[in-house]
C-alpha cells in the first residue's frame, strides 16, 4: 500500500532481525522532510489497513518533537 499510494518502499529486516522490523527504502542522504514524509505516509498506511491502536498524527508528533531536538 505504501508503494503504490505514497511511492515509498518497505523491506523486511535481514538476518536476525528477519520478521521483526522492516526498513524504508532511500538512497543514501535523508534530512528531516524525507523522515516525516515516510512516517506520514507510514499512519496513513496502517490506518488505512484498519491499525487503530495509536492516535492518528501520535508518529508526526513525537519525531518533529525528535527532530527539534
Known sequence: VMKSRFDIL???GQDHF???I???GHL???SDRNILTA???LEAT???LGYDQAAP???L???SQILKG
Request: net charge positive.
Open 10 to 12: 518497505l523491506a523486511g
Open 18 to 20: 528477519k520478521g521483526k
Open 22 to 24: 522492516f526498513r524504508i
Open 28 to 30: 543514501g542522504f535523508v
Open 39 to 41: 512516517i506520514g505516509a
Open 46 to 48: 496502517l490506518q488505512e
Open 57 to 59: 498524527g501520535a508518529g
Open 61 to 63: 508528533s513525537a519525531a
